[in-house]
């Protein structure tokens, strides 16, 4: 186990993850940082490339700003594959210089960086968007509970895959916490970014890490390959989860990825219990959520 240079503590925010990026990135010369589009607030996105090889695989985490522990999750298993493939040695079962050549990893640790912040550091009467967070917040303080973006977004109702039906059914009555997914698919920043990043590199396979469930979601309206459910049932097997198959969900990062690209995408719930997820369960569900990430970077082939 990881967790010498990122620091798993129950404040974790964008800062903190900036820090522990930077530390990383000097550790591993081979990782690189770059920025894939700014916040709402103008936060640079970062993400992480690691690997020389022809499968492109794409995890992302904090999607939803209280599901955060996602972030550190990434960042630990950056970490540990790191430090195995700097020391020829194994991640698991597997050889990680071998997933090194093969694959190519691009870790974008915090979609939401504005929300993490929110969630857990709130907002001073300074922020410009204090009065409105106010308002949609119902005048509490405590957002522990908010999933969205700055403006109040659903960054996973966001993407254009039967967005307007995810509406009707959303039935929203604006910016909030949770579930409003803007006045047009693509409107925020943050859901801007991802898309053109996933396009630009034409991913083989995605994993979107949300909180919690313990659940793997691996079909959007028949557009899925046939091998997807038979992937989500490997990484079922390995970490303990249950493969599920949903209907009436639309416009999430996922279904879009599963309808443009018609390749295996997959959101997973890690952990089990109320959101955010406390910290003291950070190892437990890490143990569960490397699996799923080592066998994410073993199962694809050119062909899919
Ligand atoms: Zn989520």
Redesign the pocket.
Known sequence: MSGRIVSIVDDYGYDKMIVDLNRLCSANPFLQLSYIGESVMGKPIPAIQIGTGDVRIHYNAA??AN?WITSLIALVFLEEYGNAIRTDSFILDRRAIDLFRRTTLYMVPMVNPDGVDLVQYGVNESHPFYELLMQWNESSCDYSQW?SNIRGVDL?DQFPAHWEIETLRRNPTGPGPRDYPGEAPLSEPEAVALADFTKHNNFHLVIAL??QGREIYWNYRDYEPIRACWIAEQLAAVSGYKAVKLTDSDAGYKDWFIQEFRRPGFTVEVGFGSNPLPIGQFYDIYEEARTILVLGLSLCSLSD
Do not use: Y
């Open positions: 999607f939803h599901e999933k996973n949300h909180t």
